[in-house]
């Protein structure tokens, strides 16, 4: 079966620095979609970032981007210039290619130091 | 600007009770969800839907659950009878499946449930 597991419950970054939250996930397929989605104090599920397990190439969406290390099942996001408006709860999600569900991890919870 | 709408977006309820929750999917989305948040538990999945059709409720407890899609513009998630464990948020999603090239789902602004 497959999971995915976000060792990081809470994080704190400073305004305008650099915070990279991880993801590890397990699958024995080889084609599957990763997610990151945000939750804000709004309870509104945003899709942030989404990668495709057959690009090598690493999803960028302004300032989030993401490094996947297909090898190492391993999916983290990288926010630079971190904002206050980017605190929020932030769950890694994956799904196999051609099922339509999607299997969140637990999320982290990310508070922005002004 | 489409997105999901569900109502009602809070509702507190005495044990034993009945409890009804709505959810509108995007006009055209083929496939919806429901999932339940708690703090314990994250996100899980209770049922989703193809085309109006179940295909997946093993995440819901079945004694007294239930979801049901009416027609495409509406889906519905029953408790009945309600407990207090079921307190939560409520989340509906929709999506086009697998067969929208990117496989996202669109949440709803969610219900919170209270149950006393």
């Known amino acids: 079966a497959q999971t995915v597991t976000q060792s990081q419950p809470e994080m704190s970054v400073q305004e305008a620095e650099t915070v990279t939250l991880s993801c590890t996930y397990d699958t024995s397929e080889s084609d599957y979609y990763l997610f990151w989605y945000k939750q804000p104090p709004s309870r509104q599920m945003i899709l942030v970032i989404r990668q495709e397990a057959y690009k090598q190439q690493n999803a960028t969406e302004n300032r989030f981007s993401v490094n996947f290390q297909k090898a190492a099942k391993s999916f983290s996001l990288k926010i630079s210039d971190s904002q206050l408006g980017d605190a929020a709860m932030y769950f890694c999600?994956?799904?196999?290619?051609?099922?339509?569900?999607?299997?969140f991890g637990k999320g982290t919870r990310l508070h922005i130091l002004p | 600007d489409a997105r999901v709408t569900q109502t009602p977006r809070h509702k507190v309820t005495e044990m034993g009770q009945e409890v009804t929750m709505r959810c509108q999917p995007i006009?055209?989305?083929?496939?919806v969800f429901w999932y339940r948040q708690t703090m314990m538990q994250g996100l899980e999945l209770l049922a989703y839907?193809?085309?109006?059709?179940?295909?997946?409720d093993s995440g819901m407890p079945k004694d007294r659950f239930s979801a049901e899609m009416p027609d495409a513009t509406l889906a519905t998630l029953k408790i009945q009878p309600s407990e207090p464990r079921d307190s939560a948020v409520y989340f509906c999603?929709?999506?086009?499946?697998?067969?929208?090239?990117?496989?996202?789902?669109?949440f709803g602004p969610g219900t919170r449930l209270t149950v006393t």
């Open positions: 006009l055209g989305h083929n496939t």
């Open positions: 839907f193809r085309n109006r059709a179940p295909l997946d």
């Open positions: 999603a929709s999506g086009l499946g697998w067969t929208e090239p990117h496989y996202e789902q669109y």
């Open positions: 999600a994956y799904s196999m290619n051609r099922d339509d569900k999607i299997i």
